[in-house]
């Protein structure tokens, strides 16, 4: 993979982009594709964001979100841009398998591909692109990228947004180890540009419906088991519990982390049942690196501190074994 500055010479004329992110996309995921959306067409380029599955509702209202092609319900129409684009950027993903109905399609495509992503282990597959684990997000990357190419300037309130919602959630509202001295001048520099910082936290945060709030305290009440001589919470989720709150996957976001914020608790994880597979996502404060963990037991990866996998067991089997091994780590 050549640096990223290596593309630049492509952008200098009007280009067909076709810019993709990961399966449920999440804020940094949404806000580093609209962010780069809005910058590369400020340049006169056509863009076209698509995701492979929907956009959580509290996202909804970022600047864009409505233009964003969805291939589980526009598939013949993605295929057309996708086939047509002259460069394919892929953000907040390190393997084409991370967006799932999109990997057949992106290995076998023809075109150059570039890379914005801060995840472990980028697959050798993209010509050009940056891959940085010490970025607090890949909203922060692109912020990096738009500045590389001499366009602080291009970057107005929309743009500004689309970037501080991706930071912020992907640090936990800036309070993750990630968030270095440069994200705080990041967000002072998008402050000046018109950012409503407050807005951004109630539309994320404070917008729940109360259907959502409902489901919230089931979770915490019936869901959530600590287990304190592991330091370890871990909160499990059927698809009947999901169809009591007809829950979305939006209202899924965040609910991992509430385990920690319990005194002496050091890593979270929730078991998630979905159609064909379990899902699993890993918390963890300090020391414990749950990207080893879901790498060595679940078939999956991500950050030290935040991290996924995935188990092909059963519901049952699946929660079974995690609390099987919990005797294996030693969360400090």
């Not at 259907?211 to 979770?219: A, C, D, E, I, W």
């Not at 965040?254 to 929730?270: K, Q």
Request: hydrophobic share 40%; with cysteine.
């Amino acid at each position: 993979m050549q640096p990223i500055q290596e593309v630049l010479p492509l952008l200098q004329t009007p280009r067909k982009i076709f810019i993709t992110t990961h399966h449920k996309p999440d804020g940094d995921a949404v806000g580093s594709i609209l962010a780069l959306h809005h910058y590369l067409t400020a340049k006169g380029h056509k863009v076209t964001p698509v995701v492979t599955s929907e956009i959580p509702d509290f996202l909804m209202w970022l600047d864009g979100a409505d233009d964003v092609l969805n291939f589980e319900t526009q598939a013949e129409q993605v295929e057309k841009c996708l086939a047509n684009a002259e460069l394919i950027f892929c953000l907040d993903f390190n393997h084409f398998s991370r967006t799932k109905f999109l990997e057949a399609q992106l290995n076998a495509s023809t075109q150059p591909k570039v890379l914005i992503d801060h995840h472990l282990f980028p697959a050798d597959v993209w010509n050009y692109g940056v891959s940085n684990t010490a970025k607090s997000s890949t909203c922060e990357m692109v912020y990096d990228f738009i500045n590389q190419c001499g366009d602080n300037h291009l970057i107005n309130k929309s743009i500004a947004e689309c970037i501080y919602t991706g930071t912020m959630t992907d640090t936990g509202s800036f309070r993750f180890p990630v968030t270095t001295p440069a994200v705080h001048l990041m967000v002072a520099d998008l402050l000046g540009k018109g950012l409503n910082h407050s807005k951004v936290h109630e539309e994320v945060y404070d917008s729940w419906s109360e259907k959502r709030m409902q489901f919230l305290g089931y979770v915490l009440l019936e869901k959530m088991e600590i287990f304190p001589q592991y330091k370890a919470g871990l909160i499990s989720l059927s698809r009947k519990d999901l169809k009591l709150f007809d829950v979305t996957t939006g209202d899924l976001e965040g609910l991992v982390n509430y385990p920690t914020s319990i005194a002496n608790i050091r890593f979270a994880t929730m078991i998630t049942e979905r159609a064909d597979e379990m899902k699993l996502s890993f918390r963890s404060k300090g020391d414990f690196d749950v990207n080893d963990f879901a790498r060595k037991y679940f078939n999956g990866g991500g950050h030290f501190n935040a991290s996924g996998g995935r188990s092909t067991s059963s519901f049952i089997d699946t929660v079974t074994y995690f609390k099987q091994i919990l005797s294996d780590i030693h969360p400090r």
